[in-house]
């Protein structure tokens, strides 16, 4: 069985602890606590964890808001927010750093303290259950190892053309990472491919191969070959688009 892993981010020692404890007493693994936003960021960086559970107000030059949008946007980390803090203000910049990762609750979207636990761990299982994709996460996981060894570039797409994996090939080719591309739209590195059309006429079989330009980190381009390919759900239905290409050859 694979634990989830919690990162906890809160500046009060014993608020901490009680949330671990929750945590572990229902299965859930927590492998770190810290009081910064800094070493937020940092242990997420390096290890990943599959949730972090913030606190707003923390210790150090970054509170909890300013670490969520870099964990949020630099590692796709789903963080929920669990504050005392509710004055409109905060909310508002609360409210920006990436909402899809929070579980609402009126009136202001957020768990209080002091909290229930039930209501915690239902916070957790709904977050968790929406970010894996309906169980897939470990197998994406998988396949991202696997298109990390070819020589192809492959950039990943949602159903707006927004970029959500790039591997290291294309990383190579572009000169930029993964992480400067996130979110970005594929139309903004590949200006000459058609989305609209490929999402018009696609089917479960089709593939659309091509000549593209490529924006490099410096604002160049280069002439790549490059095939546009559907990804599909368990239903067949179109979730989004994979991008594979290479240099053209001359």
Known sequence: MVLTNILVVEDELI????????????GYNVPAMVSTGEDAIKFSDRNRPDLVIMDIKLDGTLDGIDA??????????????????SDEITVERAKATHPSAFILKEPFEFLHKPFEENELHTAIDIILYQNSQNGLKNHYKLLKSVLNTINDGVIATDLNGKINFMNIAAEKLTGRSEQNYMGTNLVDLVPNINLNGFMGQHDS?????????????NNTYISIEGSLNPINDEY???????????????
């Open 15 to 26: 608020t901490a602890k009680d949330i671990k404890n929750s945590l572990e007493k229902v």
């Open 68 to 85: 969520a949008e870099i964990i949020g946007s630099k590692f796709g980390i789903p963080i929920l927010y669990l504050t005392s803090y």
């Open 205 to 217: 079989t089709d593939f659309f191969d091509g000549e593209f330009l490529l924006k490099l980190n």
């Open 236 to 250: 067949s239905t179109l979730d989004g688009i994979i991008f594979i290409f290479r240099k053209h050859k001359t």
